[in-house]
């Protein structure tokens, strides 16, 4: 019999394991090390000491510079404060928490005890009752009140519903539930059980192909090796001020290389409470930024700020654009009018990444979105029946890796259309690869919407439309937006015939009265009398997408 904390281990229940070669093959490479994240904030401390390590607000709205001692001592009273409300390694715990120290103190703090983040972004709503669900989650960590929403109503929705007892720490005001300021007031603990480093450490979401987003389970040896690597490759090190603009739980901002490899490589973390040029470009000046990941509409938002010219932005020295195609001539106009190094950064939560070199010509930074990481990531281009496609040409990506996932979180029956037999993640991207092995991005075969590089399915919103009692059929399609890169756009038809249609301010209501995440509400909604069908009978998103053109 296992001890009851190992038996919890989210390491060995849900997670298709890397076959025993691949993983022999990864340690004797040098990939997955002996190291695990739960040492991680003390090792920093013990070799970056007083240095600084993060700058931020904390949920009172104070400034804050924390050294890596600091950050170590908290993190090891918040972990302790866990510990006493029961949390255990390899307990997940629901993460909800804006750009703010918490954040950071809360997931060094779950590694710390060995405990499982499962990461939330704020805009979520009812998705969360679903991450807890799935991943029979022990706690979740909410703000009282952010952006206007009081996360604590939520909380107490999830804990009706929940079918476990579920802890809720709240970092400000805690109501009824436990407070994340009286978590720091315990006693630091010395030790925890050691976590392996094949177990699994976090649990990332994905954007989602089908109903709801899945849960990636990452473990300690491969999520570290693609931080550290990725330190190498954007040469992160004791200067590096890396400013946090995206949400801090997304895998893009956190690990590559993001707050954890400018952690890993004993640089500073400058935490953006929101990423809009008003508010970043100071924090630039301030604390002497050097570099920082966006996404390419906000790229576009930075570029058109007139308060751009205010502002001393000298310090920055390399752009990471990812998570949504970035066009070549706006990888020009940053390159020109930002005067920075720009760094194309094509990722997924379920592990690839792909990054330009910095010293890459610029020809290949603003065409291409780069190469991978390691030279043991296995790529695959195919055709729609499978077939390798000539090199050059362009198909479908696969891959494997040391630091691809073999599955989604307890989801098998997904998994068997996601993965192929030998273990390729079936990315839903169209690619092509140039002479030189640098990908190039050419499209997207999934049936999602990539809205400001924040993705959703777009079956997760068709069938939030179908419960409404006036609509009959529903298709959402993505649709190129100047301002979003892809806005989403719900063709209905409605039961009562076109002149009887809901108004387009009725089903967003609707959408939104359903407890979807803001950002899947339709854009835009038109009514047809009867959707475009193939021969087949199903629903042709490629007419209606013709049609909008
Ligand atoms: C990153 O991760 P996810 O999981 O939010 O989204 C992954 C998907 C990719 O499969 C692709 O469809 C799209 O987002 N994508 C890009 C892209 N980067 C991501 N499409 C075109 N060009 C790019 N540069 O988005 C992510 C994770 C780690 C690092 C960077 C991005």
């Known amino acids: 019999m296992l001890p009851t904390h190992l038996a919890a281990s989210a390491g060995t229940d849900g997670v298709v394991p890397y076959p025993e070669h691949c993983a022999r093959r990864y340690r004797s490479a040098g990939y997955w090390r002996d190291e695990t994240l739960q040492e991680f904030v003390i090792r920093r401390s013990d070799r970056f000491g007083d240095r600084t390590a993060l700058r931020g607000l904390d949920h009172h709205g104070r400034e804050l510079t924390l050294t890596y001692r600091d950050l170590a001592a908290r993190t090891a009273r918040v972990a302790a404060g866990f510990a006493h409300h029961g949390i255990v390694a390899g307990d997940r715990v629901v993460v909800q928490l804006p750009n703010q120290i918490e954040f950071i103190e809360a997931v060094l703090a779950l590694f710390r005890l060995g405990a499982v983040p499962v990461f939330a972004l704020p805009a979520h709503r009812r998705e969360v009752a679903h991450f807890v669900e799935l991943s029979t989650a022990a706690a979740y960590l909410v703000p009282a009140v952010h952006a206007g929403f009081d996360y604590r109503e939520q909380a107490r929705e999830i804990r009706r519903s929940a079918s476990a007892p579920l802890l809720v720490v709240v970092a400000g005001e805690p109501a009824e539930f436990v407070s994340f300021d009286s978590l720091r007031t315990h006693p630091p603990a010395a030790d925890f059980p050691a976590v392996q480093p094949g177990d699994v450490a976090l649990l990332q979401l994905s954007g989602g192909t089908t109903g709801v987003p899945k849960l990636i389970p990452r473990t300690h040896a491969d999520y570290l090796y693609s931080i550290t690597a990725s330190t190498e490759i954007c040469r992160i090190d004791t200067d590096t001020v890396m400013m946090i603009t995206l949400p801090a739980a997304h895998n893009f901002p956190m690990s590559s290389p993001g707050w954890l490899g400018a952690l890993h490589a004993g640089g500073q973390v400058v935490l953006a409470p929101d990423p809009f040029p008003s508010t970043v470009f100071g924090l630039i000046e301030q604390f002497a930024v050097t570099m920082t990941a966006l996404v390419p509409p906000l790229a576009v938002a930075w570029l058109s700020a007139p308060s751009a010219a205010a502002h001393d932005l000298s310090s920055l020295r390399v752009l990471q654009i990812g998570g949504a195609k970035l066009d070549a001539q706006l990888a020009r106009r940053i390159i020109a009018e930002l005067g920075c190094t720009l760094q194309q950064v094509f990722g997924m939560s379920e592990g690839l990444v792909n990054y330009t070199r910095l010293d890459d010509p610029e020809e290949t930074i603003v065409t291409t979105q780069g190469r991978p990481i390691s030279a043991d990531d296995e790529l695959r281009i195919v055709d729609d029946d499978g077939m390798p496609v000539r090199r050059g040409e362009s198909g479908h990506l696969q891959t494997r890796g040391p630091y691809t996932i073999r599955g989604y979180y307890r989801a098998p029956e997904h998994n068997a259309i996601a993965f192929t037999e030998d273990g390729y993640y079936r990315t839903g991207d169209i690619v092509r690869l140039t002479p030189a092995g640098y990908l190039v991005v050419e499209g997207r075969a999934k049936d999602q919407i990539n809205r400001c590089g924040e993705k959703f399915a777009a079956a997760e919103v068709e069938q939030v439309l179908l419960g409404h009692p006036d609509v009959r059929d529903a298709a959402v399609i993505s649709v190129p937006d100047l301002h979003l890169g892809e806005r989403s756009c719900a063709f209905l038809v409605s039961s009562g015939g076109e002149h009887d249609a809901p108004s387009a301010i009725d089903i ?42």
């Open 508 to 549: 967003r209501r609707f959408v939104r009265g359903c407890g979807l995440a803001a950002y899947k509400v339709p854009d835009q909604i038109e009514f047809l009398t009867a959707l475009p069908t193939t021969p087949v009978g199903k629903v042709d998103k490629r007419a209606l997408r013709d049609r909008i053109e």
